[in-house]
């Protein structure tokens, strides 16, 4: 699968993201600081891996900042993005489910390398639901 990947700065996990998807089979599309031709700020660096999967040039996109929170909310700011702040296996697994969420923002700070194969393996592991009300609220974002 391609997957985009996004990372305003080479500290923490940036690296090991690309690193991990490499090991999983997965083609990283780097950007920001993981692409010496791009702007490495976070609203850039997010922006354009959200926008790679709304285009169709990713499946799935990884967007990480120091907190992972101005990751998500500049991914999220792109329609067709649902963006999920995860910090543990489940909360990606759930994120997958529920939300449907089509990319994965972490936190530079927080996210272990421990953590970061968890997480992906929740990431990873998640389906969307059929439950029919998980279904309409997934198409009611749309609607927002």
């Given at each position: 699968m391609r997957i985009a990947v996004a990372a305003d700065e080479r500290v923490g996990v940036a690296e090991a993201i690309v690193e991990e998807l490499r090991n999983r089979g997965h083609e990283p599309l780097p950007h920001g600081?993981?692409?010496e031709e791009e702007r490495d700020d976070w609203a850039w660096a997010s922006e354009a891996a959200a926008r790679d999967v709304v285009e169709g040039r990713?499946?799935?996109a990884?967007?990480?900042?120091?907190?992972?929170?101005?990751a998500s909310i500049a991914a999220n700011k792109v329609t067709g993005v649902r963006a999920a702040l995860c910090v543990d296996a489940e909360t990606a697994r759930g994120a997958r489910r529920w939300n449907d969420a089509n990319v994965l923002a972490l936190s530079l700070r927080l996210t272990s390398a421990p953590q970061l194969t968890e997480i992906l393996d929740g990431w990873f592991a998640g389906n969307a639901s059929d439950d029919e009300s998980d279904q309409?609220?997934?198409r009611h974002l749309d609607e927002i």
């Amino acid at each position: 699968m391609r997957i985009a990947v996004a990372a305003d700065e080479r500290v923490g996990v940036a690296e090991a993201i690309v690193e991990e998807l490499r090991n999983r089979g997965h083609e990283p599309l780097p950007h920001g600081a993981l692409n010496e031709e791009e702007r490495d700020d976070w609203a850039w660096a997010s922006e354009a891996a959200a926008r790679d999967v709304v285009e169709g040039r990713a499946e799935q996109a990884i967007v990480a900042c120091w907190t992972g929170t101005g990751a998500s909310i500049a991914a999220n700011k792109v329609t067709g993005v649902r963006a999920a702040l995860c910090v543990d296996a489940e909360t990606a697994r759930g994120a997958r489910r529920w939300n449907d969420a089509n990319v994965l923002a972490l936190s530079l700070r927080l996210t272990s390398a421990p953590q970061l194969t968890e997480i992906l393996d929740g990431w990873f592991a998640g389906n969307a639901s059929d439950d029919e009300s998980d279904q309409a609220n997934i198409r009611h974002l749309d609607e927002i």
